[in-house]
């Protein structure tokens, strides 16, 4: 059996793990980031001083094997409708106050996750990066630092790094998935604020130097404003390895995007990532995509086919 790590947070690491959960025969441990600091999970990150769980309840639903109400509560977000002056639940997530409650009622956040992945049947690891409460922060390159997750991909200028307001303490857990893996990934989604940000706790900068699994990264399709609207294939892969990830094949798509679809985004300042054939790693293009919402989305069963052939090729 195959041991698979998949390194990330937001919506693009539940996207490869909902693929990857339908390849026979391998172990799967998600490394998830807890930097978030916006939207509901900062609030509550706040309030309670508890790691960011957002991303951790995507992945938790992008692993479940049971679909039950469960599932549908740790989805639900309340809206303006539901607003008192009494109760301010605007924009919050069940989910999020599940895991808020569970983590006082179970005594710890991990158990928290543990109890959740029963009642969804999710057979996978999901490991928080940390269980410190840490701000990212990024260096820009007129020299201002910007403070909080949230607020690095508002700011208008490129990013030079990104680093921690103290050295935070890696999970064990994820130091001996990595350094246990077979394979591991990194990708998709934002390369700042959703995968550098496990990359760049210490011990979990060391393990990835240290394993011996095949690393691999599933590459963006299009850029994102502000955060990396200029970049093409070689600057999101140098961007991941100045910060310490060690990489030997990147998979990229290599779909034609319908041209409104690009103009569409690109009033978005998004463009597509392209590859200038300048990197010294190998690059395989693959069938990746999904349109049918007029959107550029990964299409998780062509990660799971791509991911398959990876392993069978390379492992």
Do not use: W
Not at 54 to 65: K, Y
Not at 91 to 118: C, P, Q, R, V, Y
Not at 237 to 264: N, T, W
């Amino acid at each position: 059996m195959k041991k698979i790590v998949v390194i990330g947070g937001g919506h693009g690491q539940s996207t490869i793990l909902k693929g990857i959960k339908e390849i026979e025969d391998v172990a799967i441990s998600a490394i998830v980031t807890v930097a978030d600091d916006g939207g509901s999970t900062g609030r509550i990150r706040s309030l309670y001083n508890i790691p960011a769980m957002g991303d951790i309840r995507n992945v938790l639903l992008a692993l479940r094997t049971k679909d039950n109400f469960i599932s549908d509560l740790l989805a639900y977000r309340f809206s303006s409708a539901l607003y008192s002056d009494d109760f301010d639940i605007i924009g919050h997530n069940l989910g999020n106050l599940m895991m808020t409650a569970l983590t006082d009622t179970e005594g710890s956040f991990l158990k928290a996750i543990t109890t959740l992945k029963e009642a969804l049947g999710v057979k996978a690891e999901i490991i928080p990066s940390s269980l410190d409460i840490i701000t990212l922060y990024a260096k820009m390159d007129d020299d201002t630092i910007v403070k909080g997750e949230a607020n690095i991909p508002s700011y208008n200028h490129h990013i030079k790094k990104v680093f921690y307001d103290k050295e935070p303490e890696a999970t064990d857990s994820a130091i001996k998935a990595i350094l246990d893996a077979d394979l591991l990934v990194y990708g998709i989604g934002s390369v700042y604020t959703s995968i550098i940000p496990n990359i760049i706790i210490p011990k979990i900068k060391e393990a990835i130097a240290k394993t011996k699994a095949y690393k691999v990264y599933f590459a963006n399709c299009m850029t994102q404003n502000n955060e990396t609207f200029d970049y093409d294939l070689k600057d999101h892969v140098e961007a991941m390895m100045e910060h310490g990830a060690k990489i030997d094949l990147v998979v990229k798509h290599d779909d034609v995007i319908p041209s409104a679809i690009k103009e569409r985004y690109l009033l978005e300042n998004s463009i597509e990532v392209i590859d200038h054939h300048d990197l010294d790693i190998e690059v395989m293009p693959y069938d990746l995509l999904d349109f049918s919402r007029n959107l550029v989305r990964h299409d998780p069963y062509k990660i799971k086919a791509v991911t398959e052939k990876i392993i069978k090729e390379r492992l």
